[in-house]
């Protein structure tokens, strides 16, 4: 479902076909060393054609536990155990290349918040190389860079959401997608020079949302959902529902 909402989404902005067939989302299996994560199919390997029939379980060694035997492990697999291993308070990884993310990356922009939607993703690290996370040493390498942030870019090759479930970690991926994106137009217009939103009021931000919410009256869940942007997952799920 993840996967169908990123991939969805790439065709919203007309991102393209081939950029379709890559990434994975995973999440962790509750209380294990485990985690699931979309595979790859012999057939009809595309991010956006996900079934559940091409989610294999991997253990945190990066070995294939369970699945079809005509799906293998992501080239990538070591992106998400090491994150894993490093990380107890993560519990879902959303992986993709959408453009702006690269593109900004390639630039060497320093990502700044230009608008309210994904503003806490703040500061955005660069992992600067644009290989594949496929050994011990990169994905020990992208853990320690990724610190205790909840997104990176990867310079070149896409981005890295992190969250406490599959469909927080996508709407992540999707937040860090557009900040880039109005980076990258707040570039052209300004130069290098543009101002984006001062820390102190990004902070500032989260705090008055949240109390603002209560005043409302929601419940303390319904916050949470509005907070992380849960709340479009319906309507991010209808749209797929009406594109496949
Ligand atoms: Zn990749």
Redesign the pocket.
């Known amino acids: 479902m993840a996967n169908r909402v990123t991939g969805c989404w790439y065709n919203t902005l007309g991102i393209g076909n081939i950029l379709m067939t ?3 989302v995973s999440e962790r299996l509750k209380d294990s060393d485990r985690f699931l994560v979309k595979g790859r199919p012999s057939v009809n390997d595309l991010l956006i054609k996900t079934k559940v029939h091409d989610i294999v379980t991997v253990n945190l060694e990066a070995v294939k536990i369970d699945g079809s035997p005509d799906v293998s492990i992501p ?2 697999t070591k ?1 998400h155990s090491f994150i894993y291993k490093n990380r107890d308070d993560v519990n879902a990884i959303c ?3 959408p453009h702006f993310s690269v593109l900004t990356s390639i630039l060497d922009l320093e990502l700044k918040p230009i608008c309210n939607e994904g503003i806490d993703l703040f500061p955005v690290p660069v992992f600067r190389n644009n290989a ?2 496929s050994t011990d040493e990169l994905g020990t390498a992208l853990a320690d860079k990724l610190g205790k942030a909840n997104a990176c870019l ?1 310079r070149g ?2 981005a890295v959401t992190l969250a406490d479930s599959c469909e927080v970690a996508v709407i992540r991926m999707m937040q860090l997608e557009e900040q880039a994106r109005l980076n990258l137009y707040a570039f052209m217009a300004k130069g290098p020079e543009y101002e984006g939103i001062p820390v102190d009021q990004a902070n500032e931000y989260m705090q008055a949302a949240t109390t603002s919410l209560r005043r409302s009256g929601l419940s303390e869940e319904r916050i949470r959902n509005q907070i992380s942007g849960l709340n479009l997952w319906t309507y991010l799920a209808e749209q797929v529902a009406q594109d496949v």
Request: proline share 0%; no cysteine.
């Open positions: 890559f990434g994975h080239g990538e992106l992986h993709a290349h594949l996370i990867l090759h896409g």
